[in-house]
């Protein structure tokens, strides 16, 4: 293209900018809004992938050796090379304590200290709980004393500040077991925190053989990283590994930590978080980037729609294609440009509220650092650049058929072709089918096809809007006329003729009711459904606690107790099940009950449908009703599952059960899961009793607290806090999206028919009937969107309810409303503000312009 020709599309993208405000405005602010999303959702992605577990009890330590928190799964896809999937472990994996003589005798180990940690339980009644570790492990994290001397006997400790004064006497429970120490000494750090010899320590650690962790100090001169390449070729020349048996291919060697690595040693469900809050807000993200491209097209489209003519012109006077794709390439991005850098300049202060709104709800788990370093500030600059791609890709949508068609046929509007019509509907068939296959699934499978079916039923209703349109005014035309007067006969007459405007202002209203209804609907079946089946589980008359864990013999004296019917001790904890999906290995970590078997029906129903619960034991398993379908079991059969330390085991299958949602997709016989928890003893029980009083159960369980009418007992996905407000932002985003497409589709539609509207004042019409007839019109609109998104939305949300819960789908009527308010408002403001000029005066034809 030659230099002249360029300066003319140059000239005529910034006087058409300039020209066409309005119309650019909602692009504008879509493009602003897109830029602000994507560089808060960028920032939140760079702070996740930076994030590490907080360094607090090893601070002074040069490196930590610890047990290997993942387990992994190798596994060949189909035709291609082995993949292995990663997944974090929740409980503590120990370290062999033969590795401390190793390590210390590694050249330039200046000290090596073996770490415990384990609950305590503070006061006689173990109401508060502390950390319990050995004093010397104290000078890993600078604790120093403020006051008192160190502990030299097994019946002294050092207790946080505030806990007790130095020499008083306290009551700690651990492992179930009260023991009164004399308190030496106050040390900084932590308040929550109890400190004994180090023979005291190992031994209310219970863990005879292992450690939980080596903090490592290095002496003068030697380095962090020659230490490191030390002690790391040290261990593997010993062979030491995790310990516990581990599936093949599972190696699990020691990790020797340092840096920020340090922090994983002691906060453990931190890297798990991070590794799903990655997962979600990648996930969040390409949700955006794709809804994002539908709208700014759709405000493009709308934009360039008020000008076909002119475009058309163009072509009829000898424009080429590539010359008016460039003139509108420049133009939009003129626009882009300003709007991205806008959008990127408040994507700081948005992700820094998304960051506080996770804080404030407890979102993140403790000791997760999501840090925000000054060279990182630069990341909406970055996803600045891919909104001025969505910008650009959007202008090439918009234009493709004016650009396309020839001169003689660009000033001509043409009608929805038969090939748009046989797309639509084949896209609604295989939203459909996808929404069948979903009910014949479960788990993230059912969950997928779901969301894929809303999607397609979307674009496919998009294509067909201009049916859809004449459709819908087919039914509501007759009312219109027989009940709206003189305004419901034009508002019907306009509809019925502008079908292909009225469908282009009904895709924005759809996308916004389908989406958002399935992504509030979805998580709120599935909390309903769990919240109906734990209030159904749920048998006991008490609850039975205590911080440290309950005594020996607690549960068996419990069951004698007068008037006790039954009574369930109950564990939690996490286990991790490996899988293939379509060939690739994958691993899914699930929140598990372990339970007592005897009597559980009385005090914790799990609502059994095959096999017998009585004959859980040790090396059983039972299952919930989905999770055995999908593993392909029954009674009888045999599963293999790793616990949350990683241990795999071979478990027979005993019973199904209905209640998973509540209860979890496995319960295991108690003593075993203790096995691989990190504090290995009961801390809840479960009791049925009719008669009996709190005083006996307290006489039972010396020191435990006795709650009356326990609330029901129910797991949540361990991300669901984090899952929830990540959604309300997405849908705070997609809601504003939307809004802001709905608003400028009508507004561009209105004032393109300000010359109609002057017109028909001519004719005779009233301004009050003409705002009779707008208002019909956008209530028609807002109609015919919400009845068609509720119903794209209602067939994926049936199958996923279905396949996930048992149950119909459910949405709380304030939220429902919600979305009707915000549909009626927008399409309301659409439509009659823009035609108020028109509508003021009296003289209509100086604002035919």
């Avoid at 000054?374 to 001025?388: D, F, I, K, R």
């Avoid at 859809?468 to 035309?477: D, F, K, P, S, T």
């Avoid at 004959?615 to 989905?626: F, H, I, N, Q, Y």
Wanted: proline share 5%.
């Amino acid at each position: 293209m030659s230099d002249a020709r360029v300066n003319v599309m140059k000239l005529l993208a910034a006087r058409a900018a300039r020209t066409h405000r309005k119309a650019w405005a909602a692009v504008f602010a879509a493009l602003t809004l897109t830029s602000l999303l994507l560089g808060a959702f960028g920032l939140a992605l760079s702070s996740a992938g930076l994030g590490h577990a907080r360094v607090e009890r090893y601070a002074a330590a040069d490196l930590v050796v610890s047990g290997d928190q993942n387990t992994r799964y190798t596994a060949k896809p189909w035709g291609s090379e082995p993949e292995t999937a990663t997944a974090g472990l929740t409980e503590r994996v120990r370290v062999p304590r033969a590795a401390l003589k190793t390590v210390r005798e590694v050249p330039g180990v200046l000290a090596a200290v073996a770490d415990e940690v384990f609950t305590v339980g503070v006061g006689d009644d173990g109401g508060d709980a502390a950390t319990g570790r050995p004093w010397e492990a104290a000078r890993l994290g600078s604790y120093a004393l403020r006051d008192g001397t160190a502990p030299e006997r097994s019946s002294e400790v050092v207790v946080g500040e505030g806990t007790a004064r130095v020499g008083d006497r306290i009551a700690l429970r651990v492992a179930g077991a009260t023991a009164t120490y004399r308190v030496t000494g106050v040390p900084q750090g932590p308040r929550a925190a109890a400190y004994f010899t180090s023979t005291e320590a190992q031994r209310l650690a219970g863990r005879p053989g292992s450690v939980a962790a080596i903090g490592v100090t290095a002496d003068p001169g030697t380095s962090t990283a020659t230490l490191y390449a030390r002690v790391r070729q040290a261990l593997d020349k010993a062979g030491h590994r995790s310990v516990g048996h581990r599936a093949d291919g599972d190696g699990a060697r020691l990790r020797v930590l340092t840096g920020d690595g340090r922090g994983d040693a002691e906060f453990l469900a931190a890297a798990p978080a991070r590794a799903g809050m990655l997962a979600l807000l990648g996930s969040v993200t390409a949700t955006v980037v794709l809804i994002a491209l539908l709208v700014v097209a759709s405000t493009v489209v709308q934009a360039l729609q008020q000008r076909s003519r002119e475009l058309g012109l163009l072509r009829a006077v000898g424009a080429t294609p590539r010359q008016l794709r460039s003139a509108v390439g420049r133009e939009v991005g003129r626009v882009a440009a300003a709007a991205a850098l806008t959008g990127a300049v408040a994507a700081v202060p948005a992700f820094l509220g998304l960051r506080a709104l996770l804080d404030a709800r407890g979102a993140l788990p403790p000791g997760l650092e999501l840090p925000l370093p000054t060279w990182l500030l630069p990341t909406p600059s970055v996803t600045a650049g891919l909104t001025l791609l969505i910008a650009r890709a959007a202008a090439l949508i918009a234009c493709a058929r004016t650009a396309k068609v020839r001169p003689s046929e660009a000033l001509r509007e043409s009608a929805p072709g038969k090939g748009r019509r046989i797309t639509g509907l084949v896209l609604l068939f295989i939203g459909a089918s996808s929404a069948g296959t979903a009910t014949l699934q479960n788990g993230q499978a059912a969950a997928a096809a779901a969301g894929a079916a809303a999607v397609v039923l979307v674009i496919g209703c998009a294509l067909l809007g201009p049916w859809i349109a004449e459709g819908a005014m087919r039914v509501l035309g007759a009312p219109l006329r027989r009940f709206g007067g003189a305004g419901g006969h034009l508002a019907a007459a306009n509809c019925t003729a502008s079908a292909r405007r009225l469908g282009a202002a009904l895709t924005p209203i759809i996308l916004v009711t389908a989406f958002i209804a399935v992504q509030l609907s979805a998580g709120a079946t599935m909390t309903h459904a769990a919240g109906d089946q734990a209030r159904d589980a749920a048998r006991a008359d008490y609850a039975v606690t205590a911080s440290g864990g309950l005594p020996a013999g607690t549960l068996e004296r419990i069951r004698r107790s007068p008037g006790v019917q039954a009574a369930t001790a109950i564990t939690h904890s996490t286990v991790v099940l490996a899988r293939r999906e379509t060939g690739s290995p994958r691993l899914d970590r699930l929140p598990v009950l372990g339970v007592t078997p005897e009597g559980l029906a009385k005090t914790l129903d799990p609502g059994v449908r095959e096999g017998d619960i009585d004959e859980l034991r040790p090396g059983t398993v039972a299952l919930g009703r989905d999770q055995a379908r999908s593993l392909d079991a029954g009674p009888g059969s045999t599963v293999t599952v790793r616990f949350g330390d990683g241990v795999e085991s071979r478990l027979r299958v005993v019973a199904t059960y209905d209640r998973e949602l509540a209860l979890g997709p496995l319960l295991f016989a108690q003593s075993e899961l203790l096995r691989h928890t990190s504090s290995p003893t009961a801390n809840r029980i479960l009791v049925a009793a009719t008669g009996t009083t709190s005083r006996a159960l307290r006489d039972a369980a010396p020191g435990a607290r006795v709650t009356a009418d326990p609330p029901p007992e129910r797991l949540e996905p361990e991300d669901q806090a984090l899952g929830e407000v990540v959604t309300v932002a997405a849908l705070g985003a997609v809601g504003g999206f939307t809004v802001i497409a709905v608003l400028s589709t009508l507004t561009l539609i209105t004032i393109g028919r300000r010359p109609e509207l002057c017109l028909l004042r001519l004719a005779g019409a009233g301004r009050r009937q003409l705002r009779h007839m707008l208002r019909l019109e956008a209530a028609a609109t807002a109609l015919t969107g919400l009845v068609v998104g509720a119903a794209v939305a209602a067939l994926p949300l049936l199958a996923f309810s279905l396949a996930m819960a048992h149950s119909l789908p459910h949405l709380a009527a304030g939220q429902a409303a919600l979305i009707v308010t915000v549909v009626a408002a927008t399409t309301a403001a659409g439509t009659v503000i823009p035609a108020r000029r028109v509508l003021r005066g009296r003289h209509p034809l100086r604002f035919s312009a």
